[in-house]
């Protein structure tokens, strides 16, 4: 059976389980509410793949750029420009997006539940 020391591991584990499947879910709604903003379907978050290209299609106006993703080392700097495009094609500046890329909890949201409209691919 466990000791006291092994139970308190699991219970760790489950807690750390639960709060990462709470934290996932919060950004398939955040970014639900974002693709809806924008006029594309908001299912398209929970498609792995896809729902990047949708987001480089709300971004920066051409959906395949999602395939420099899979360019190693390339795929941070396509990234960190992801966010800031997000940004300005929401009328938000790079400041914004230094926001996404470092505090996305917090930043998202307000992306996806504040007054801020879709102005298109800046």
Not at 22 to 47: D, E, H, L, N, R
């Amino acid at each position: 059976m466990y000791d006291s020391y092994e139970s308190t591991i699991m219970a760790a584990m489950g807690i750390y389980v639960v709060v990462l499947l709470a934290i996932a879910v919060f950004a398939i709604v955040c970014m639900w509410k974002i693709f809806t903003k924008a006029g594309q379907p908001g299912w398209a978050s929970i498609i792995p793949f896809y729902n990047y290209y949708v987001l480089f299609e709300i971004a920066w106006g051409n959906g395949l750029l999602f395939l420099l993703m899979f360019i190693p080392v390339a795929n941070f700097v396509v990234m960190i420009i992801l966010w800031v495009k997000l940004s300005q094609s929401f009328g938000y500046s790079a400041a914004f997006a230094i926001g996404l890329l470092f505090l996305p909890i917090i930043f998202l949201p307000i992306l996806a539940f504040g007054s801020s409209r879709y102005i298109g691919p800046q």
